[in-house]
């Protein structure tokens, strides 16, 4: 044992001078405008009050087309049931012609004409399938997340859709869980920028536009944070942690607007999240301001029983109370509630509350004035939105490493110059697997893959070999799973390749007779990341990684083309192989993106939202850790990792370092970073407690393009609170900015500081900003050294 010190974590108490304008400082509810519209309450009591109870409690129930759990609980037709306004909501009902069927049942035949709102699992793109979100979250370009967002609302609106489940805004700082995919990574300011995004893509500001729609935030609450990485399992946290992180994206989205909120399958700190009046009443409505309606993920009421916290009455009266007001799928609300409404058990006022939440959302979307759809099928592939998906596609590839090759020089851009490329792996032209997981409407017929794109671009110069399956035999139990919902996902993508070894032996013979091989490796995507998919490995599937290993010991220079929308475990790779780029799950026009990149069309100038880890066991692997009292050498960048260090916070096989950090991302240029300056090097607490949101200081610098092509880099700035009553990260991004630069151009960059960026949590979980100092660095990713401060005194 090395010297016995305990480091205690002292919560100091609050300056007295400053307590006052602490709590003034805590955020107020925003109420959303639409939702709070006199007019528009007054049309929902005037409804309110002519309903019978089982009415209201049809327009808290949302059932799936197509699933038993609806009519199978209550024996009634579809049809049947519209027409006796039982059904508030329908998921997985798309298109014109089918929505409208059941549009005119609700509308023309049940007894109030309460319009149905049709849901759907609208993630990155409705027909036309943009890369995954966390994809998208490597842009770091908000603008190109509202377009995506716009462009599926559109579409979705188009096919009577008015109600999307997304964005998810979880943070995910473990890509085990497979649902990392649908999030925006690890950090919540970043994940914030996009919420907001994702929220004005979809709702506009206006839900009445005919081609808005609401979204439903997801999964309230915590969700992203499930204990070793696997899928449903309980998220426990501090408070503090559980505000300052996990919940900040679901304020900022419901701060942009956001009119409805889905409820998660975990338990947060011991209590489901879908039976939780803390999250669901105390912080979503109380503090937030949040007046749309909640809804319960897929049978997330019934699965209450087995949390074990009561018996099917007991969890639909626990959930209704907590303020989840619509059930999804279960049929509970439907059927258990309005005998405890009339044995008193639970006041009608409870019922009343939720249906208000329900139908003011329906009256903003302007469905009761505008139930129909009335344009056709909506699938054409406008070569506009083509190139959109194209162009945003090429934004969210991170070049990960582009080191010179002996005699060679760096790899890419590819200049070939009649030089043959040899395109290998089994992710090379998979159509389906280039859609990501969650592209529900999106046609796997019209992706171009990369071996199309490539053969667009130099034709018979390329050749192909697939090299392996995507799975390999002893992969059975994954199989499986893969299969497990029908034929429909069986698809010849996930068969084993009968003999691995023969193809790794054709693609080397391929390899050896080219200039330069291109390898396509990754997981399958469709239903090895997602919903159910979290992995205790995180290396290629199959025998990909010894094809990789045979295709560079042909001494052939290799660029590897990462597709995998989680941070994988690349540590052989980033020895060994020149050139990586990571391109997730890119959409329809993956073959194009990823060409455009190889090529130099595009300079890439995505970021890492996630860490790359070098081991498994490092997960939960993210920058914004906080400090230890033994920090390892390698964690205070004084000297590399070495072997004469004990007692300290390290792993004794491995590095702590990620292999590539969150922020990174190479570029065919190169950028440098003057001096930061600070417009105040001293503020006090006080002005920036009163400031609320406005800024009280600006950091500024130039950043120049010192390379020989035009590039767009993402400029970050971090702080580091070194003094605060409760303990800071290391490191938070409180700042980015994308900024093109012609070659040799300069750019004066800033960054205004204020009370939304320098705040923390105190011990009474109240958020403040005490006298400190703030170490802030500017740069390229977040081991960024560009270095300046700020003083914040009583
Ligand atoms: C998922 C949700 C999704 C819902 C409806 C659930 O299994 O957790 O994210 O929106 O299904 O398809």
Known sequence: MGKNVFTRLVAFPLLAGLAWSTAAAQSKPVPNRQLASKELNLRVENLLRKMTLDEKLGQLSQYSAGFAAGPGVLNLSWDELVARGQVGA???????????????????KSRLHIP??????????????????????????????????????????????????????????????????????????LGSALARAWIKGYQQDDLSKPDSVAANVKTYAAYGAPIAGRDYNAADMSEITLRQVYLEPYRAAVEAGAVSMMSSFNTVNGIPASANPFTLTQILRKEWGFDGFVASD??????????????????????????????????????????QVRSGKIPVSVVNEAVRRVLRVKFALGLFDHPYTTSGPSYDATPERRALARKVAGETLVLLKNEPVEGAGKLL???????????????????????????VSGDPKYVVTLRTALQERIGERLLYAEGCGLLSGQDENILKQVRFLGPQVALNDHEPVPDDDKSIAEAVETAK??????????????WMEGEAASRAHLGFTGSQERLLEAVVATGKPVILVVLSARP??????????????????????????????????????????????????????????????RPAHEDLGRMPRTGEEKFVSRYMDEDNSALFPFG?????????????????????????????????????????????????EVVQLYIRNTAASVEQPVRELKGFARVTLAAGETKHVEFPLGFDELNFYNANVQRTVEPTTYKIWVGGNSLATAETSLKVVE
């Open 90 to 108: 329908m998921a997985n009902v798309v298109g014109a012609e089918e929505t409208n069927h059941y549009q005119h049942i609700a509308v023309e």
């Open 116 to 189: 149905i709102m049709f849901g759907l699992d609208v993630i990155h793109g409705h027909r036309t399938i943009f890369p995954v979100p966390l994809a998208l979250a490597a842009s770091w370009d908000p603008k190109a997340v509202e377009l995506v967002a716009r462009t599926g609302a559109v579409e979705a609106r188009a096919d009577g859709l008015s109600w999307v489940f997304s964005p998810l805004v979880d943070i995910a700082r473990d890509p085990r869980w497979g649902r990392i995919v649908e999030t925006e990574g690890e950090d919540p300011y």
């Open 298 to 339: 897929w049978e997330a009421i019934s699965e209450l029983v087995t949390h074990s916290i009561g018996d099917a009455p007991t969890v639909a009266r626990k959930a209704l109370e907590a303020g989840l007001d619509a059930d999804m799928e279960d049929g509970l609300y439907a059927t258990v509630i309005a005998p």
């Open 413 to 439: 851009p590819l200049s070939i110059n009649g030089k043959t490329v040899a395109l290998i792996g089994p992710l090379a032209d998979n159509q389906l697997e280039m859609l990501g997981a969650w592209a």
């Open 513 to 526: 007779k080219a200039d330069v091989a291109i390898l396509a490796l990754g997981e399958p995507t469709n």
């Open 568 to 629: 994988l475990q690349l540590k052989w790779a980033a020895k060994h192989v020149p050139a990586i780029v990571e391109a997730w799950s890119p959409g329809m026009e993956a073959g194009h993106a990823v060409t455009d990149l190889l090529f130099g069309d595009v300079n890439p100038s995505g970021k890492l939202p996630a860490s790359f880890p070098r081991a498994v066991g490092q997960e939960p692997l993210y920058y914004a850790q906080l400090p230890t009292g």
């Open 664 to 712: 990174w991302g190479l570029s065919y240029t190169t950028f440098k970073y003057a001096q930061p300056t600070i417009s105040r090097a001293e503020v006090p607490a006080r002005e920036i407690l009163a400031s609320r949101r406005k800024h009280i200081a600006t950091v500024g610098l130039d950043v120049t393009n010192t390379g020989s092509v035009a590039g767009t």
